[in-house]
């Protein structure tokens, strides 16, 4: 697959990295000449000028390229995830449940549709064909990781009759289906601008619709975000 892009990275060893551990000072950098000038055409060397630290200690910390890769991908995953806290008492009524559905709904297009979040998207799947266990992090840790929680909460939501008696699993993934449509797609080819609070809003309260078609969702203004964890 082609890289993000062509040009060969200036190294810039003046970078304002803030000090810091040097595994997060590596994983800055990294992140950032990925983000600039693609995988393949970023060097270990480049990585090291750029976050100042010595071949010795990013070598003793990752193994090549890839794992440097992977550990940006899987630190920033877990800021995507949005969670739900299933810990949390389900929601007495329907609206109750259709208003946090909404807010867990634009919580997750917010993050997603950030450009630092579409840049691991891009590098993810740039690398699959050769590192496919990075695609799989990202995968595992932010989409599949939303949908089992949200899978979970409407099982407890239907033992209080809130929602269709149906596969949860099969609910939450439909959910997530008329959420995205097909905007992740044209937002990692560049097709289309990010969403407007205007739009986030729609597809949130659609998504919730074909979950909770009765309730009284259009009233809803989503101004707080639902719980989550870690």
């Known amino acids: 697959m082609s890289n993000l892009k062509k040009t060969k990275p200036t190294p810039n060893p003046t970078a304002a990295y803030p000090s810091g551990p040097i ?96 840049t691991v998207f891009r590098l993810a799947i740039a690398e699959s064909d050769r590192a496919p266990e990075i695609a799989r992090t990202l995968h595992h840790s932010g989409r599949e ?35 995205w449509g097909d905007l992740l797609l044209s937002l990692l080819m560049r097709v289309r601008k990010a969403p407007t609070e205007r739009e986030i809003q729609t597809r949130a309260r659609a998504a919730t619709e074909t979950l909770l078609p009765s309730s009284s969702i259009h009233g809803l203004a989503s101004n707080s975000h639902p719980s989550v964890s870690g």
């Not at 970023?42 to 630290?53: E, G, K, Q």
Request: overall charge positive; glycine content about 2%.
């Open 23 to 118: 595994r997060e000072r590596i994983l800055n950098a990294a992140f950032s000449l990925f983000a600039e000038s693609g995988f393949s055409t970023t060097s270990m060397l480049d990585i090291v000028t750029r976050a100042r630290v010595s071949k010795r200690d990013l070598y003793a910390l990752f193994q090549n390229k890839h794992a440097v890769l992977a550990a940006c991908i899987h630190e920033r995953t877990g800021r995507m995830r949005r969670p739900l806290d299933t810990a949390a008492p389900v929601p007495q009524t329907r609206d109750a449940l259709a208003k946090l559905l909404v807010d867990f709904g634009v919580s997750i297009l917010k993050t997603v549709c950030q450009p630092e979040v579409l």
């Open 145 to 179: 990781a939303n949908l089992k929680t949200l899978a979970a909460l409407l099982t407890k939501a239907q033992e209080r009759r809130l929602v269709a008696n149906d596969d949860p699993a099969a609910l939450a993934t439909r959910y997530f289906a008329l959420l």
